[in-house]
């Protein structure tokens, strides 16, 4: 069974930095793509930050530059490095196995609360 465990949300100020990280726990396939997604009140989920396996990167254009993500293949974990937090970056961050070319959702974890205020 595959599981996935986010880390590292917290309530900040705005201008603040956090650090998020998603441990990968199970047989996944390989050669797979891992994202960060987020959810703020009321609306929907939308796509922050994504990976390829081979560390290509994609980045919503509201989080380019501030945000960066990484990964660790050897130990199945993904990170979200968030700099110069806004209230709009305020919502829940999902981690997301993905298909390699993106297109298809895996596994989700469960979320993890980042609140920035201004």
């Known amino acids: 069974q595959v599981q996935l465990v986010e880390s590292g949300g917290d309530s900040v100020q705005a201008g603040g930095s956090l650090n998020l990280s998603c441990a990968v726990s199970?047989?996944?396939?390989?050669?797979?793509?891992m994202a960060w997604y987020r959810q703020a009140p009321g609306k929907q989920r939308e796509l922050a930050a994504a990976?390829?396996?081979?560390?290509?990167?994609i980045y919503a254009n509201s989080v380019k530059g501030r945000f960066t993500i990484s990964r660790d293949n050897a130990k199945d974990t993904v990170s979200l490095q968030m700099n110069s937090l806004k209230p709009d970056d305020t919502g829940v961050y999902y981690c997301?196995?993905?298909?390699?070319?993106?297109?298809?959702?895996?596994?989700w974890g469960q979320g993890t609360q980042v609140t920035v205020s201004s």
């Open positions: 199970g047989r996944i396939a390989s050669l797979n793509a």
């Open positions: 990976i390829s396996f081979g560390g290509n990167t």
């Open positions: 997301n196995i993905r298909s390699p070319d993106f297109r298809t959702a895996w596994y």
